[in-house]
């Protein structure tokens, strides 16, 4: 597998979320920036997709509350042990989803979150070295675990 990326070419992104608007926002919003993106509902989806094309695929952004026996949080488990190169961005809009619940590399972001915030990560991630579970935080800044406590 090379993870080195074509000159001029965005990375791929795989947008996991079962509320079609909001899908359809993510999706429109990095397709406008030039990414290419993959769309799923569901975690299950997701995991298919990923298991046919995870060398294209660089970023998953995934809402924490999915149908199905597979959430955000087991599904970044997931990747991240299957596909450790794969960056995750879970988001969610229930208070009661944290970012300690994050047990794996991943990042997160509260909804409603910013398109600039969003972009910003994901340019990021595209090229960076995993540093493990971080979150967004006001601005766009990525804030480590260990400066929340």
Avoid: C
Avoid at 16 to 42: C, K
Avoid at 73 to 83: Q, S
Avoid at 91 to 100: E, K, N
Avoid at 117 to 131: K, S
Wanted: glycine share 8%; no cysteine.
């Amino acid at each position: 597998m090379n993870d080195v990326k074509p000159s001029g070419r965005k990375p791929v992104i795989l947008v996991v979320e079962d509320q079609p608007d909001e899908r359809f926002l993510a999706a429109t919003l990095l397709e406008e920036t030039g990414f290419t993106v993959i769309e799923a509902e569901t975690a299950e989806k997701a995991l298919a997709i990923l298991n046919d094309r995870a060398d294209e695929v660089s970023v998953v952004f995934s809402d924490v509350r999915t149908p199905g026996p597979i959430g955000g949080f087991e599904l970044a488990r997931i990747i991240g042990v299957t596909w450790p190169r794969v960056r995750v961005l879970l988001t969610s809009g229930d208070a009661g989803d944290q970012p300690s619940d994050l047990r794996v590399s991943a990042t997160f972001i509260p909804k409603p979150w910013r398109a600039e915030d969003i972009l910003a990560w994901v340019e990021q991630a595209a090229g960076r070295p995993d540093r493990g579970p971080s979150v967004i935080g006001p601005g766009g800044k990525i804030i480590s675990r260990e400066m929340e406590t």
